[in-house]
């Protein structure tokens, strides 16, 4: 491994990389154009795009993209977790958007170019992770209401600290009953660019009170809880572990996938089941619901201690991180770095 000190100019972002911005040397591209299907991937700097003001992409929200994270192993090597799973869920979101797949050998092809080219950007810190972006937008240059003939591939990467900060802290969620993140025959089960731009606004309502994330209900009752944020939620009542089942409206996370296993590897029930507003706010106060925690790739496990909701305000077992969310962040965490087994091929080795 190149160590930090031999590199003095990425010592200031190393040292405090936040989330999002710390973006490393290089980035992978290719593009895709009707018959002739994709071109070999290549690898060069991380520059600026020139793209046509008449893009379909940028006019009719044709976009996809993936998040996961390469983390420095016991043994110092360098592996991406679970890419498989991004890789899989990629070609999902691509034909829900009528783009073409890309096949899965090229997705892990370019995660391991990436990860080779940047490895530099990763030191022994556990808090940090190199976290990979992969994006395909259409790129042809067309006002027609269609899809685009043509696509761009390109995955990048930033250096990533802690989503809330570097410490665990118990964060505070806003229950929104005004907006909604995803329909029924939507794109709530895929990751499209289009998702997200409109829940801004009930994000910045959020801060507005005071939290730092939103709590999405589902778009007919707005009843019953389905996630926080961009990510997903679980739910602790004595020894088991609840998280809302995937309807089609949700998306079905990888770190998700990778608790329920974990938690029934470490003893708990595992349930997959609708969750109301009011089952949570009733067990919190009644203490049948101890813990409340999100889970995704860049906020990995993150405990919730308190809800704002036009129902009435509640805390969620002490406010503080209970010791149920802790173990599973552990466990996950000593995954994702080598520490304990491999439950299944979920590390995929690069250099």
């Not at 200031?12 to 040397?25: C, L, R």
């Not at 073409?100 to 997705?107: K, N, V």
């Not at 730092?212 to 004595?238: C, P, R, S, T, Y």
């Not at 077992?317 to 491999?342: F, I, K, N």
């Amino acid at each position: 491994m190149i160590l930090l000190a031999n590199l003095p100019a990425l010592s200031k972002a190393v040292a405090d990389p936040g989330h999002g911005s710390t973006f490393t040397d290089h980035m992978i591209t290719a593009r895709w154009a009707g018959d002739g299907g994709w071109c070999p991937l290549t690898s060069g700097p991380l520059r600026n795009l020139s793209i046509h003001p008449g893009m379909i992409g940028l006019h009719y929200a044709q976009v996809i993209f993936e998040g996961m994270k390469a983390f420095v192993q016991a043994d110092e090597t360098i592996a991406v977790f679970r890419p498989d799973r991004n890789a899989a869920r990629f070609a999902r979101s691509a034909a829900r958007l009528a783009m073409p797949a890309l096949p899965e050998d090229m997705f892990l092809n370019s995660v391991d170019m990436l990860v080779r080219a940047d490895r530099q950007w990763l030191t022994d810190n556990p808090r940090h992770a190199l976290y990979l972006r992969p994006l395909m937008y259409g790129s042809e240059a067309n006002l027609m209401l269609r899809e685009s003939a043509e696509y761009t591939y390109l995955l990048m990467a930033f250096l990533a600290g802690g989503f809330f900060g570097e410490t665990v802290a118990p964060v505070a969620v806003m229950v929104s009953h005004d907006y909604t993140r995803a329909v029924p025959g939507g794109t709530g089960n895929v990751k499209c660019a289009a998702n997200y731009g409109p829940s801004l606004l009930a994000q910045r309502t959020a801060r507005q009170a005071g939290c730092q994330q939103v709590v999405w209900l589902d778009a007919i009752k707005h009843h019953w809880i389905e996630e926080m944020g961009g990510m997903n939620l679980f739910f602790v009542a004595g020894d088991t572990i609840i998280t809302p089942r995937l309807t089609g409206t949700l998306l079905p996370g990888v770190t998700r996938d990778s608790l329920l296993t974990l938690a029934a590897r470490e003893g708990f029930e595992v349930r997959e089941a609708r969750i109301s507003v009011d089952d949570w706010r009733d067990g919190c106060r009644s203490g049948a619901i101890t813990e409340t925690f999100a889970c995704g790739t860049a906020a990995v496990v993150t405990p919730v201690g308190r809800v704002h909701d036009q129902g009435g305000d509640f805390v969620v077992g002490t406010g503080e991180a209970g010791t149920v969310t802790t173990r599973l962040r552990t466990a996950l965490l000593d995954v994702q770095h080598g520490r304990s087994p491999d439950p299944g091929g979920w590390l995929h080795h690069v250099c």
